[in-house]
């Protein structure tokens, strides 16, 4: 499972020319579900992402999570993300789950986010939708997180 994140000011998605989703202060996470993924590698990437310091301190050091913070969560599901890039001029979906899987995924993902940050801290995009995500980044301030699923677990 990989996972961007970017800290921002404010987020949100739009879906047919309607805000769907939109939070202030916090992180926009794309997520990408890949074929060996599981409830252990959401629980894990969910584990990691809010507990990520990339905000900063009194001294400006990237000291503070999400958690410490107190601030919002947008998910925007990202299938792109699960794309083998290493050669070639084109990018490969093998590694990618199947739009089921995935999506089961990915709202299990959002789920264990709002259980941990609490349901009006936590935003999400439209799986499968046509979105449009803008975005305030903070610094800027992006990282790639990924855990790694265990092919054949379930």
Do not use: W
Request: net charge neutral; hydrophobic share 40%.
């Amino acid at each position: 499972m990989k996972g961007l994140i970017q800290r921002v000011t404010h987020a949100s998605v739009t879906v047919d020319n309607e805000i769907i989703s939109e939070i202030g202060s916090g992180l926009l996470l794309l997520l990408g579900v890949e074929k060996s993924d599981d409830s252990c590698t959401v629980r894990e990437l969910c584990r990691k992402l809010l507990s990520y310091r990339v905000f900063p301190d009194d001294q400006g050091r990237m000291n503070r999570s999400l958690f410490d913070m107190g601030g919002s969560l947008l998910v925007v599901p990202q299938f792109t993300l699960a794309a083998d890039t290493r050669s070639g001029s084109r990018p490969g979906f093998s590694t990618a789950a199947r739009p089921e899987s995935a999506e089961a995924l990915f709202h299990e993902f959002v789920a264990v986010c709002e259980s941990q940050l609490g349901a009006d801290r936590v935003g999400q995009g439209r799986f499968g939708a046509d979105m449009k995500v803008a975005l305030l980044n903070d610094g800027p301030v992006t990282f790639l997180l990924e855990v790694r699923g265990v092919p054949g677990r379930r």
